[in-house]
């Protein structure tokens, strides 16, 4: 083994027996992350929402209406969960968040119907929550559409239209929609898989910058080089590469778990699937680096681990579009590693991407390794020869 690889050696068993003294940092590196993936899938586990309640406010009694609430009772992403007497009432339920939307038939409405002059059903609903009124809403027009559509149809049947005529008498332009790459519409690739993801990206970090940083804040940087041969590189890739090996094992798992136990397989390209997230877990080793070099303190790097990677997924364009956002917002959204993995993890694991298409991004990421890497080994090169920006909490 040469000198570089011995020392490497020696920092990396250094580092393994400092986790093995500490459960807690252990535990941060092994089941506490695993738990909160597991946890993450079990909120997105039904994959698609379901019988969201709503109320319904009946103010016309009539046999339309009473099919009417029985065709929304049935609707996949609906459950009518009362039919109350008034709008206050109702609202008194929405303030209380067991019902997100209330559904109003107006009196008079089958009589109107039949006379020729329609009516209108009225739909409101909690704006605060758009996930749900995105899901209920689209679910309500469909089945308020397929009423009118069955009321207009029966009508010209009985006028003597035949069946199909009728219906392409109802509906002349027809919309044939198709669901690319996500044709269940669940939950699990759009957000459980990028929120474990970003999860990753906060442990990593938090480990890494715990790691350095508390050879800086105990003052024991000087024992710590020294079991290197006194050479920063080796001392910093041998304290590196657990948090590396663990996470990088992480991610293989919640492969496992979302792409082989949950049916949801990488369409794309392997390889740059797993560069992409080998780029990923250094690039944010280098930020913690980083952040722990131009600190010096273990409680100054961790707060601002925080302010980087806790804000990260509002910032990835996955909960809110990015081209929508302020041009301050995706400056930075573009100045974390996650923005650009989370592009190449969509394109490749579910829309089915060819290694080209994600070799600019693993440029990106292979770029923030580099840049942030150097950054850190150049200014930590000065710190460690600066005992009095030691012992710093």
Known sequence: MTRAG????????????RLRADPWDMAMLTSIPLTLYLLTWWIFSAGVARDLPLVVHDRDQSAMSRGLIRMLDAAPGLRVARAVDSEAEALVMIRARTAYGIVSIPSGLQESVRAGRGDKVQWAYNAQFAAHAGTMTRDVRAVVATLSAGIEQQGRVGRGAAPGQAMEQVDPVRIRASTLFNEQGSYIPSLAIPVAFSLLHIFVTLAAVTALGREFRASSVADW????????????????????AAFVVHALLLFVLFGAVLDWPVLGSAAAILSGTVLFVTAYLAMAAFLVAFTSSLRAALSACAFVTAPAFAFAGQGFPLLAMPVSARVWADALPLTHYLKLLNNTWMAGAP?????????????????????????????????ASWGKS
């Open 6 to 17: 011995q020392a490497i050696q020696s920092s990396l068993l250094r580092e393994w027996r």
């Open 225 to 244: 080089l020294a079991t290197a041969g006194g050479r920063l590189g080796p001392a910093l890739l041998g304290k590196m590469l657990i948090p590396f």
């Open 355 to 387: 290694l080209h298409a994600g070799l600019g991004t693993l440029a990106i990421l292979l770029a923030f390794t580099l840049l942030l890497g150097a950054a850190a080994h150049l200014r930590l090169a000065r710190r460690v020869t600066q005992p």
